[in-house]
């Protein structure tokens, strides 16, 4: 069974014939996948001329290996794993250079080809990474966006006592401060969303509603001053733009994380003033994967309560449209196979 976006906010559901792994593939039997931000763009349209109108979306799983091509080494039948569903050139500047998460010619799997909203996902070997086979595979399914947070936190260069303020407490600011109180950091999240601010300081977060004051002079107030070491941008609003140079203290560093439709005015004076660093951020390398899968294994950061509600794969169209404006919710998992 697989789920197809069909356009126009709507999913059909189609028996498939799986794809066998060729050589050097492998194929999973999904457990679990997690909407994303991404995915919701999809499913609003805006993403049509990309991804087309029948496409299986879906990259943020876990599953079992079920087959695997001619080939492949490193894998074996029955192991849980999740994908990095990155599919790069190799032979570009940026492949060349090292830096293949970011290639000229990237190519997203769930979104330029089919994705994991199918009981069985046939890869690219290279993209899986074996899970500690203790590891719950609904927590697994959180492996992705927590490698987006492990590579946020890595380009902020986080050290221990500094100040971290996260603009925006969805799921990925959310995983941004965790990663970041782990490393040691005061980890400050700014959101407008009471319920997500209660989630937030269930997870012993620091917490500031920018309906109660700017965010700039409300950080500068805790700070005696100085303001955050770091500041993630993670709201793709113009108040959190603003927000992002105003808070940032002296030779402050600040990630972006969102993506912004539009280009925001950015107070470039501020940079200047105070000797800002600005650092993108997107998706995540290797490296970022090994540590999110660490950091759920150790137990050390508690990602369950983000996980707001699990939905069947017939269920998949009502799940997306009761993600629609909703700003309670947190994740939602699809459950796609038979998870544990
Ligand atoms: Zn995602
Ligand atoms: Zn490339």
Redesign the pocket.
């Given at each position: 069974m697989a789920a197809f976006y069909a356009g126009q906010k709507s999913f059909r559901l189609e028996e498939v014939v799986p794809v066998a792994p060729g050589p050097g593939e492998v194929q999973i039997d999904v457990a679990y996948c997690g909407v994303?931000?991404?995915d919701m763009h999809v499913f609003h349209g805006d993403m049509d001329a990309r991804v087309t109108t029948h496409r299986i979306i879906g990259?943020?799983m876990s599953g079992v290996i079920a087959a695997v091509g001619a080939g492949v080494e490193h894998i074996r039948t029955g192991q849980r794993v999740v994908v990095r569903p990155l599919d790069h050139c190799g032979d570009c500047p940026a492949c060349r250079a090292g830096h293949s998460h970011i290639c000229h010619n990237l190519k997203f799997l769930g979104l330029d080809s089919n994705g994991a909203f199918q009981q069985k996902w046939t890869v690219p070997a290279h993209t899986v990474h074996v899970l500690p086979q203790n590891l719950d595979l609904k927590l697994a399914a959180m492996v992705?966006?927590l490698a987006v947070a492990c590579h946020d936190v890595r380009r902020g260069r986080i050290a221990a006592g500094e100040i971290a303020l996260v603009i925006g407490g969805g799921p990925i600011g959310m995983l941004i401060a965790l990663v970041a109180a782990h490393a040691g950091a005061n980890a400050i999240v700014a959101e407008i969303n009471e319920n997500r601010l209660a989630i937030a300081r269930k997870l012993e977060l620091e917490t500031i509603n920018p309906k109660d004051g700017a965010i700039g002079p409300a950080i500068m107030a805790r700070t005696d001053g100085r303001g955050a070491d770091v500041v993630f941008e993670v709201s793709g609003s113009q108040a959190g733009v603003e927000a992002m140079t105003a808070a940032a203290a002296a030779r402050g560093r600040i990630v972006m994380v969102a993506i912004n439709n539009k280009r925001p005015p950015v107070d470039l004076f501020q940079f200047f003033w105070r000797e800002l660093e600005m650092l993108g951020a997107r998706v995540y390398e290797p490296e970022d994967y090994n540590r999110a899968i660490e950091l759920l294994e150790s137990g050390a950061v508690d990602v369950a309560p983000l996980i707001t509600d699990i939905r069947g794969l017939d269920e998949i169209e009502q799940a997306f449209t009761g993600l629609e404006g909703n700003s309670n919710a947190m994740k939602t998992l699809i459950q796609v196979g038979a998870g544990t």
């Amino acid at each position: 069974m697989a789920a197809f976006y069909a356009g126009q906010k709507s999913f059909r559901l189609e028996e498939v014939v799986p794809v066998a792994p060729g050589p050097g593939e492998v194929q999973i039997d999904v457990a679990y996948c997690g909407v994303c931000g991404t995915d919701m763009h999809v499913f609003h349209g805006d993403m049509d001329a990309r991804v087309t109108t029948h496409r299986i979306i879906g990259h943020e799983m876990s599953g079992v290996i079920a087959a695997v091509g001619a080939g492949v080494e490193h894998i074996r039948t029955g192991q849980r794993v999740v994908v990095r569903p990155l599919d790069h050139c190799g032979d570009c500047p940026a492949c060349r250079a090292g830096h293949s998460h970011i290639c000229h010619n990237l190519k997203f799997l769930g979104l330029d080809s089919n994705g994991a909203f199918q009981q069985k996902w046939t890869v690219p070997a290279h993209t899986v990474h074996v899970l500690p086979q203790n590891l719950d595979l609904k927590l697994a399914a959180m492996v992705e966006p927590l490698a987006v947070a492990c590579h946020d936190v890595r380009r902020g260069r986080i050290a221990a006592g500094e100040i971290a303020l996260v603009i925006g407490g969805g799921p990925i600011g959310m995983l941004i401060a965790l990663v970041a109180a782990h490393a040691g950091a005061n980890a400050i999240v700014a959101e407008i969303n009471e319920n997500r601010l209660a989630i937030a300081r269930k997870l012993e977060l620091e917490t500031i509603n920018p309906k109660d004051g700017a965010i700039g002079p409300a950080i500068m107030a805790r700070t005696d001053g100085r303001g955050a070491d770091v500041v993630f941008e993670v709201s793709g609003s113009q108040a959190g733009v603003e927000a992002m140079t105003a808070a940032a203290a002296a030779r402050g560093r600040i990630v972006m994380v969102a993506i912004n439709n539009k280009r925001p005015p950015v107070d470039l004076f501020q940079f200047f003033w105070r000797e800002l660093e600005m650092l993108g951020a997107r998706v995540y390398e290797p490296e970022d994967y090994n540590r999110a899968i660490e950091l759920l294994e150790s137990g050390a950061v508690d990602v369950a309560p983000l996980i707001t509600d699990i939905r069947g794969l017939d269920e998949i169209e009502q799940a997306f449209t009761g993600l629609e404006g909703n700003s309670n919710a947190m994740k939602t998992l699809i459950q796609v196979g038979a998870g544990t």
